[in-house]
């Protein structure tokens, strides 16, 4: 029972482009969300994250935006660079208020940026 | 300002042999998570830790799986007559605590054989 879902197992951009992946979520008791980037070998590096009472979050080339009635999140890398490509990985915390981080992942949408 | 240290980076093991996987957290840090990566899935979280307290182990498996962080010294994740099924990449995050995203270490790469 996947309770984060990335449909999409991998995408492929050209350089300067935007590349969009999207994240689907099914228990409405998650609150906040977080996006994580992983090379191989190495470990999930965090990127951006945001909060359920936020719909949109920016930080640099990055941007999450938030749909609760929708219970989708989407990640825009905006332009994209050859650096970006890498795993993007989609995770929910069912727990805003303690330090009981315990997140959900997704399985992952691996991004291959063209130039 | 090291970040998590995670050792060894490759283990491999024997079927029925004891797997010890260590993991330090940042300076600074106080709480760790494991996590584990099946070959094919997502990470799964397996247990929370703070110092000398297991907080959440929901995610370890009944037997064989134990882990500690205690006052001195790195967080362990033991895995006791390891199976081929334990062959995974085993992830340590930690952090400050509070909100926001928490910082991985490299990993460590289990094989069974």
């Known amino acids: 029972d996947q309770q984060v879902k990335q449909n999409s197992p991998s995408l492929s951009v050209q350089e300067g482009r935007i590349s969009i992946l999207n994240c689907d979520y099914t228990?409405?008791?998650?609150?906040?969300f977080l996006w994580y980037k992983k090379y191989p070998a190495e470990g999930p590096t965090f990127l951006i994250s945001?909060?359920?009472i936020k719909d949109k979050n920016e930080d640099g080339r990055f941007t999450v935006f938030l749909n609760k009635s929708a219970k989708h999140l989407s990640l825009h890398i905006v332009p994209s660079q050859p650096g970006d490509s890498a795993v993007y990985f989609c995770?929910?915390?069912?727990?805003?208020?303690?330090?009981?981080?315990?997140?959900?992942w997704g399985l992952g949408t691996s991004l291959a940026v063209n130039p | 300002n090291a970040g998590v240290m995670q050792n060894p980076r490759h283990l491999v093991r024997r079927r029925g042999q004891e797997a010890r996987l260590r993991c330090s957290p940042m300076?600074?840090?106080?709480?760790v998570y494991w996590y584990r990566q099946l070959p094919e899935e997502g990470l799964k979280f397996m247990v929370y830790?703070?110092?000398?307290?297991?907080?959440?182990e929901s995610g370890m498996p009944k037997e064989r799986f134990s882990a500690e962080f205690p006052k001195e010294g790195p967080s362990i994740l033991r895995i006791q007559q390891v199976v081929r099924g334990d062959s995974a990449a085993y992830f340590c995050?930690?952090?400050?605590?509070?909100?926001?995203?928490?910082?991985f270490g490299s990993g460590t790469r289990l094989t069974v054989v």
């Open positions: 300076k600074g840090h106080s709480h």
């Open positions: 228990n409405s008791m998650f609150d906040y």
């Open positions: 945001i909060s359920s």
């Open positions: 995770a929910a915390s069912p727990d805003n208020a303690g330090n009981n981080r315990k997140l959900i």
């Open positions: 995050a930690s952090s400050p605590g509070g909100s926001g995203g928490y910082t």
């Open positions: 830790l703070q110092k000398e307290n297991i907080i959440d």
